[in-house]
């Protein structure tokens, strides 16, 4: 598995909180996608998932995930979508090709490459969505990023 360790800047970031089935995903990625077109709001790289209940728990009922995106400047916000800023964080990252159902299988890869390297897993995972339901048909075709934020130990 090719991976590396990147340090993920300082960030504004248009999030939306969500504890719903992972099923409706979707639409919460289509509210946050439809604020950044209707307030013409330029962003910096693709949408993401951040998960805060297990990922390996989420085909499981309720699921609490933050749906998000980096974005240039300010905006306002509306009801259900909040801008904060991320402090700058460094990661350790993969990528996962294909439909998301095999996605546990490069988490693991990602959590045995940390533990020979030495590096703490410090907080929640997060699925940068470069090639995925948004903009693609095909989940053969699916590419996520995932980032497990870390220290080096």
Partial sequence: ?????????????????CKTPIEELGIFLSILMGWVDAEDIETEGEPFIVYFSPRHEVN????????????????????RIRVVDMIENKVLAAKHFGS??????TYAGLVEVAQKNHYDIIGSPKEVLIKGFHNCDNEDEFITEIQLPIIEM
């Fill in 1 to 17: 598995m090719d991976y590396e360790v990147k340090v993920i800047p300082e960030q504004k970031l248009g999030v939306i909180n």
């Fill in 60 to 79: 499981q009922g309720d699921v609490v995930y933050d749906v998000s995106i980096a974005i240039k400047g300010d905006a306002d916000e509306t009801d």
């Fill in 100 to 105: 998301t159902d095999t996605i546990m299988d």
